[in-house]
């Protein structure tokens, strides 16, 4: 039994558990996008600008009123396992959170344009979950295989935007980056029809990096005429610090009551730092009032993203740097965003539309990512205005696994993520 147990453990923790990868890279810019399908582009379509904040900062300028605003959001995530077409499992993590908080000052100028923006949001959720459990395909143990990730990255925002010309504008922001993920794996077996003299096993592995970086866009947005705009972001490589606890626990237990602990190892304070990719964002708007439309392209440079630190490979006592590059070049690919966005806008009422859709930057992922936002707003004269908006995200992972018997689950995973955001603006 414990030959068998040891094979599983070795295919599902593949690798030491102190050795950083590209996943490392990746986890903290995987979904540094915002949550508007526009927001790299030409027209904010969520009605908001701290979308210009986190996409194109020269949007900053086309606000005319000073205003705050917040928003809570209900969030849901599902993940639904997906093996030999069959649907097994349906997991359901949901809860109120804060969404944002923004600040707009447009400065009084005698001529042109210039105007100043705060903001604090997630640019990043780490929720997810799925999970999987089957018989072995001798039906002699059942075994259970979890995934779940919680978490999020925050960013506090401060940017620009001036007139430069009589019809371009010029826009920058910074953003501090701080948030922390929790992130757990667990697999286990039970012997139902006591044919071992095992009762059950765990094998779980659990690590929880904690995140300070720094990130910065530039941003241009042009008039070409009274109904086109363009409009022209780059966002430069977000530095991030990561502090990681880890821990990895295999425990065995016996019909008899006994417990055998195989494996027990902890990481406190690991420290490196990523480089996340840069982004280039290019958006044509549109306007024909009440109506303003546009379509966007992002393209976002993940190959470069790369790991500093006094890291080395456990197994040959290399420095991880070099590893971790050569990683990246075989299993991290360049994504491309495309997008296009709606707005209706009549006081007292806006309505707006966008939507994205996207590869992963994983190649083992060929699967795209779809992302949709639809929301209303309505200024009261009072100068207190409502907003509702519905985002919506959809991608695909996996959870494979193989067993002692050399049988292979690739078990696909559905994901669903989506916000009810509620919000109000005062109008200053």
């Known amino acids: 039994m414990k030959n068998r147990i040891g094979f599983i453990i070795l295919l599902l923790w593949a690798g030491n558990l102190l050795a950083q990868n590209y996943l490392d890279v990746i986890r903290p810019f995987q979904g540094m996008r915002g949550r508007s399908g526009a927001e790299s582009g030409i027209v904010p379509a969520a009605m908001a600008a701290s979308n210009a904040m986190l996409g194109n900062p020269a949007l900053l300028s086309y606000t005319e009123q000073a205003f705050v605003s917040a928003d809570l959001s209900f969030d849901q995530i599902s993940g639904t396992s997906i093996f030999n077409s069959s649907i097994w499992e349906n997991t359901l993590d949901q809860g109120l959170n804060f969404n944002s908080l923004t600040y707009i000052y447009p400065v009084h100028?005698?001529?042109?344009?210039?105007?100043?923006?705060f903001n604090l949001q997630p640019v990043n959720s780490f929720a997810r979950t799925s999970q999987f459990s089957d018989y072995d395909p001798d039906n002699d143990f059942y075994y259970y295989h979890q995934q779940q990730e919680s978490g999020s990255l925050y960013a506090l925002t401060a940017g620009t935007s001036f007139l430069a010309t009589m019809n371009t504008s010029l826009g920058m922001a910074i953003s501090y980056l701080r948030g922390e993920n929790s992130f757990r794996k667990v697999y286990s077996e039970t012997d139902p029809d006591d044919i071992y003299t095992f009762d059950h096993f765990v094998d779980s592995l659990h690590f929880s990096p904690k995140y300070r970086g720094i990130g910065g866009r530039l941003g241009l947005a042009s008039e070409l005429?009274?109904?086109?705009?363009?409009?022209?972001?780059?966002?430069?490589?977000?530095?991030?610090?990561?502090?990681?606890?880890?821990?990895?626990?295999?425990?065995?237990?016996?019909d008899d009551g006994a417990k055998?602990?195989?494996?027990?190892?902890?990481?406190?304070?690991l420290e490196y730092a990523v480089w996340g990719p840069w982004r280039l964002g290019l958006g044509l708007g549109f306007t024909a009032t009440p109506l303003e439309a546009s379509v966007n392209y992002r393209f976002h440079s993940y190959r470069t993203s790369s790991l500093t630190g006094d890291l080395f490979n456990p197994g040959d006592g290399s420095s991880l740097e070099s590893l971790v590059d050569e990683q990246i070049s075989d299993n991290v690919r360049n994504v491309h965003e495309f997008s296009a966005s709606l707005l209706w806008s009549m006081a007292p009422l806006e309505l707006s539309f966008g939507a994205s859709l996207m590869n992963d930057p994983l190649n083992y992922h060929f699967e795209n990512i779809l992302h949709m936002d639809m929301g209303v707003g309505y200024q009261l004269r009072s100068g207190l205005g409502l907003t509702l908006a519905v985002r919506n995200e959809q991608w695909q992972s996996d959870l494979n696994h193989i067993l002692e018997s050399g049988a292979d689950r690739s078990v696909a995973v559905d994901n669903n993520f989506t916000k009810f955001q509620f919000g109000i603006k005062y109008i200053l």
């Open 225 to 254: 005429s009274e109904a086109v705009k363009l409009g022209v972001s780059i966002e430069f490589p977000s530095w991030v610090s990561v502090s990681e606890s880890s821990s990895r626990d295999s425990i065995e237990w016996f």
């Open 109 to 117: 100028v005698y001529r042109g344009a210039w105007v100043w923006g």
């Open 260 to 269: 055998e602990i195989l494996s027990h190892e902890t990481w406190a304070n």
